[in-house]
């Protein structure tokens, strides 16, 4: 079984900081996309930031700046930093990986559980 937790969500005020953790764990063969999504209430899941095996990244506009994406390929963990954060940046923040089990030929997303950024003004 593949599990990713997320870690280090919590409360902040306006113009703080956080970072985001998110360890992938279990019978991993490879993975390919690591990132971050985030859902607001009464909002829809939006994309925040990806990153590939290779490192190439990619931001929503509203976060391009301020969050910066990275990953440890050796550690299978993607990590989100948030500086400068907002009151419209508060949602829960979920984790995702696309990626391939030992003994097994297809890809396919796994997601965290979620954790709570809040942001006050």
């Known amino acids: 079984q593949v599990q990713l937790v997320e870690s280090g969500g919590g409360l902040v005020q306006a113009g703080g900081s956080l970072r985001l953790s998110c360890p992938a764990s279990?019978?991993?063969?490879?993975?390919?996309?690591m990132g971050w999504y985030r859902q607001a209430p009464g909002k829809q899941r939006e994309l925040v930031a990806s990153?590939?095996?290779?490192?190439?990244?990619n931001y929503a506009d509203s976060v391009k700046g301020r969050f910066t994406i990275s990953r440890d390929n050796a550690k299978n963990t993607v990590y989100l930093q948030m500086n400068s954060l907002k009151p419209e940046d508060t949602a829960v923040y979920y984790c995702?990986?696309?990626?391939?089990?030992?003994?097994?030929?297809?890809?396919?997303?796994?997601w965290g559980q979620g954790t709570q950024v809040t942001v006050s003004s």
């Open positions: 990153i590939t095996s290779g490192g190439g990244t």
């Open positions: 995702y990986a696309i990626l391939r089990e030992m003994a097994t030929i297809r890809w396919r997303d796994y």
């Open positions: 279990g019978s991993i063969f490879s993975i390919n996309v």
